[in-house]
Antibody
């Protein structure tokens, strides 16, 4: 059974840093493209980042230069390092697997809430 | 930047057909997919590559994509289909979501 479990969310002050984790079971993270999507309270979905084979990645303009996506193949875990956090980064962050045909997200975690506030 | 536009809300009577549109410049030249999200839950993929259904998704869900518009069609809509629906596509290695459509079954 495919399972993705996000952890690491919480309350953080503006300018602070946080690292989200996405522990995966049922498939191999290193063999799949993986992505992060966020959802601000009461708002729609916003794509954040994708990691391809190896360590190459792309980011939304809103997080470029502040967020870094990575994975630990030995732990079968995806990460999102978030630096210089802003109030507008407050959201539930979901990790998801990119489907084998590409460019759609076929399995999602339950999400972890990040609140950026003083 | 590329944008996808959805109607904020759509209403449908039980048993009838619901259509939710997603508009973007030359959207038909790229793949579109659709997600269903119920309150407090994670999104679920219901249509990918314009018209394919993942395993476990009922046959009443179908999709099309041509020109500037992708469409999600729910035939014989049931109360359990009441949810937010999001379209999604890619542009220059950037994922793009539509703003979402709240489907009300009444």
């Amino acid at each position: 059974e495919v399972q993705l479990v996000e952890t690491g969310g919480g309350l953080i002050q503006p300018g602070g840093s946080l690292r989200l984790s996405c522990a995966v079971s049922g498939f191999i993270v290193s063999s799949n493209y993986m992505t992060w999507v966020r959802q601000a309270p009461g708002k729609g979905l916003e794509w954040v980042s994708i990691i391809y084979s190896g360590s190459s990645a792309d980011y939304a303009d809103s997080v470029k230069g502040r967020f870094t996506i990575s994975r630990d193949n030995s732990k079968n875990t995806l990460y999102l390092q978030m630096n210089s956090l802003k109030a507008e980064d407050t959201a539930v962050y979901f990790c998801a697997r990119v489907g084998s045909g590409g460019w759609y997200f076929d399995s999602w975690g339950q999400g972890t809430l990040v609140t950026v506030s003083s | 930047s590329y944008e996808l536009t959805q109607p904020p809300s759509v209403s449908v009577s039980p048993g009838q057909t619901a259509s939710i549109t997603c508009s973007g410049d030359k959207l038909g030249d790229r793949y579109a997919c659709w997600y269903q999200q119920k309150p407090g839950q994670s999104p679920v993929l219901v249509i990918y590559q314009d018209s394919k259904r993942p395993s476990g998704i009922p046959e009443r869900f179908s999709g099309s994509n041509s020109g500037n518009t992708a469409t999600l069609i729910i035939s014989g809509t049931q109360a359990m289909d009441e949810a937010d629906y999001y379209c999604q596509a890619w542009d220059s290695s950037t994922g793009v979501f539509g703003g979402g459509t709240k489907l009300t079954v009444l």
